[in-house]
């Protein structure tokens, strides 16, 4: 009897080792401290972090509802042409709109503006979605091809600078733990909720007072409000000085003398097409 004791006593011993004790355990533990204690005492690379996954949760659930765009113009009486169009044309712009887009990033000095600035109102015209069939109801399909196209030219703009941004705020130490955190935060939470926005729409269908266009119209406001509640929190970000385009900073603190530069010169149709190959 006492041989058993004994024996269950080093295997709890042993189990208890290597769930506490061991130094992936004491990692864990030592995270989980650190995330609960309140933003105003962690350090500001801990508080972008958080507001980073606070972000992409959000950003998630605008995303699952963005996911339902083609149906939604197909139930306004969109044709053929307009869904290609919609799956077509925003791509379109982004290649024209990348290498304007990034050369204004790298050269102005309110990089940040111009970032939050086509963020808020890409954001803001997707939330516009939801009230279009009272706005144009004549034209509702018309208005809201015309509307998810046009938004994608501030979006280029955010999109071109928020990578930058990204990489003056991880650390590269912390890079590959923080992007893998956020793709499982966001693939996790828009599978959710676009299961839960489709059963919304099937059972809304079925209510009178939630029938077509309204059930779609809560949607969009509920996406509309992810995305702004996202917009937000990346506002909340704070990357390091001389970060989204500005490499005077990054020299200073290598000890590398900087140099005043010649005026930038406009661009060539040669350059260009040189670019784009």
Do not use: C
Not at 11 to 16: I, N, T, V
Not at 54 to 81: P, Q
Not at 162 to 190: H, K, Q, T, W
């Amino acid at each position: 009897m006492r041989m058993m004791q004994w024996a269950a006593a080093e295997a709890w011993a042993g189990f208890r080792y290597r769930v506490l004790e061991v130094p992936w355990a004491r990692s864990l533990k030592s995270r989980v401290a650190r995330s609960m204690r309140p933003l105003a005492q962690r350090t500001e690379l801990e508080r972008n972090i958080h507001y980073l996954y606070v972000e992409v949760f959000w950003a998630a659930i605008f995303s699952a509802v963005f996911a339902f765009n083609a149906t939604y113009a197909l139930r306004m009486g969109a044709t053929n042409r307009m869904v290609g169009w919609l799956s077509s044309l925003p791509s379109l712009f982004a290649i024209f709109l990348m290498v304007p887009a990034a050369r204004i990033m790298e050269s102005s000095s309110k990089s940040r503006l111009w970032m939050m600035l086509g963020l808020g109102l890409g954001r803001f015209g997707f939330l516009w979605a939801a009230f279009i069939p009272w706005l144009f109801p004549n034209r509702a399909a018309q208005a809201l091809i015309y509307l998810f196209i046009l938004r994608t030219i501030p979006i280029t703009i955010f999109n071109t600078a928020f990578s930058p941004m990204l990489a003056d705020v991880i650390p590269e130490r912390d890079r590959a733990r923080v992007f893998a955190n956020r793709s499982i935060i966001s693939s996790g939470v828009a599978a959710i909720a676009a299961f839960l926005a489709g059963r919304w729409l099937d059972a809304g269908a079925q209510w009178p007072w939630a029938a077509f266009p309204f059930n779609y119209q809560l949607l969009y406001i509920v996406g509309g409000v992810a995305a702004l509640t996202s917009a937000y929190y990346v506002s909340r970000v704070r990357p390091p000085a001389g970060a989204l385009g500005s490499k005077e900073e990054r020299k200073r603190e290598s000890g590398v003398t900087t140099e005043v530069r010649a005026p930038r010169q406009p661009w060539t149709w040669a350059q260009l097409r040189e670019t784009a190959r």
